[in-house]
């Protein structure tokens, strides 16, 4: 039997919490599909993109990603919100939704009634809390990506399994193995032969960040060196 989700995810006991959500019919949600050849890679980059926007929203940082063909991998650290001002809390939902009229008066600061303030202030207390949630993060990510694959597809109908898979990490041990774990997922599904080769996964976007930065401090050295010599 399933839990409700309030028992799997409680920010109080930890932050951070190990996700998976899988595409719900037989056609690739990424990659070839080998009975119809036709290739849906072009997805891979749709989550990526969306898992990084959203966490620009949401107060949710990205630990590790891993994106698969039918699945995808998250490692997600849930911050607070608490030191977030009113407006800022509603600066960021209206990214994610439209603001109710009140709402977006409050924010162009125009003046309101004490009961239209007191309205307001309630539902800044709900986007507060969305904001730091794993449920909404996950509902308005995989949302997005359903409308574009059925568009896609020519087709209606669900796209993914009916709820995430989550997983509480209660310990730094937890963490570090779930890391490594979602790292080397495209590794142990044969989708790549090494880390570097793994696209659309935070372990090569690590190495190529790191990369790129001693390429840029080697640089920064040899241009001191000849600064040093002209001089």
Known sequence: MTLPR???????????????SRCVRRAYLCGR??????????????IQQRVKYRAGIFSIDICAYAVMHNHYHLVLKVNSTKNWSNKQVLVYWAALCKLPRHCQQ??????????EREW??????????????????MKLLNQHIAIAANA??????????????SQALLDESALLTCMAYVDLNPIRAAMAR??????????????????????AFGQGQMICRIHLQII
């Open 152 to 165: 896609e597809d020519q087709c209606t109908g669900h796209f993914w399994e009916n709820r995430f898979k």
């Open 106 to 115: 409050y924010l162009d600061g125009d003046d309101l009634g004490t009961k």
């Open 6 to 20: 309030k028992q799997l995810i409680s920010i109080e006991e930890t932050p951070y919490y190990h996700i998976v």
């Open 120 to 137: 307001v202030e309630e539902k800044i207390a709900i986007y507060r809390q969305r904001l730091m949630s794993i449920s909404w993060f």
């Open 194 to 215: 090494t880390p570097e080769t793994s696209e659309f996964t935070s372990i090569q976007e690590r190495i190529n960040t790191k990369t790129s930065y001693l390429l």
């Open 33 to 46: 599909d080998p009975l119809t050849s036709r290739c849906y890679e072009h997805r891979r980059k749709w």
